[in-house]
């Protein structure tokens, strides 16, 4: 997967201003366009439309400072169909508009071409099962919610606190499949959404795919396939955000697996408030 991202970055150098179809370029690479949109937003901490977006604007910046005549030549090389989306891009990137950038040279904000590599620090071995699961119908209550990476959400804690005591009674009784328990399942969204896209959280449980969903609870399927679930077990949420993060840097660049569509699932063993034991569930398929 390291050397499949940084083919995919000299590619959007060597065409910097064309639409990409990264759905081919992944089949060409023996992956999905899934995962490699999963992975990239994961180890570049930013999405793969935003990387593209902030290098475009890099090259046309310089370009632009340096005191090309044409602006509309620029947009075109770019890929904007006009002065003024050219414009609108430059500005949410550099926070400067075009005229200001010529006139006095910036200041701009430069977006380095991306490298990534593969390093060995020596961190404890991740504890991972693989299993094989029928199709899950989870159920439970559901909200959208925007995306936060670090930290607590509170949309998310706002909304389980509104859930009362005796409902969470109803749904532990209904948990008649693996993952068993009360879970958090984070799912409807692309694979490499920027922080902020609203996303839906549901509060619930795993039913089995026999089950009649109860009237009044939101229902979530998720189809059938092997899932890579991951042990941890520390301070919450920085156990949790850390352990996703390892799944990219260190578990699947190194195993025969790639993600496949389908939300994530926590399902939590043990929480206190601030300690949390826990285990995240990815929906993967054979890489």
Known sequence: MIGTLNALIDRIEQVPGEELDIDGFARSEGTTEYHLRRMFSALAGMPLSEYIRRR??????????AG???????AVRYGYGSVEALGRAFRAVHGISIVDARRDGGPLRTQATLRFRLSVEGRNPMDVTITTAPELVLVGHAVEVPLIHEGVNPHIQEHVAAIAPEENVRLKALSTAEPRGILAVTGDIAPDAPEGTMLTYLHGVSTGEAAEPPVGLDVMRVGAGSWAVFASSGPFPETLQNLWAATATEWFPSNPWRLRPGPSIVRY???TGTHASCELWLAVEPA
Do not use: Y
């Open 56 to 65: 475009r604007m890099t090259l046309a910046g310089a370009e632009l400072v």
């Open 269 to 271: 063993l043990e929480f």
């Open 68 to 74: 090309a005549p044409n602006v509309l030549d620029v």
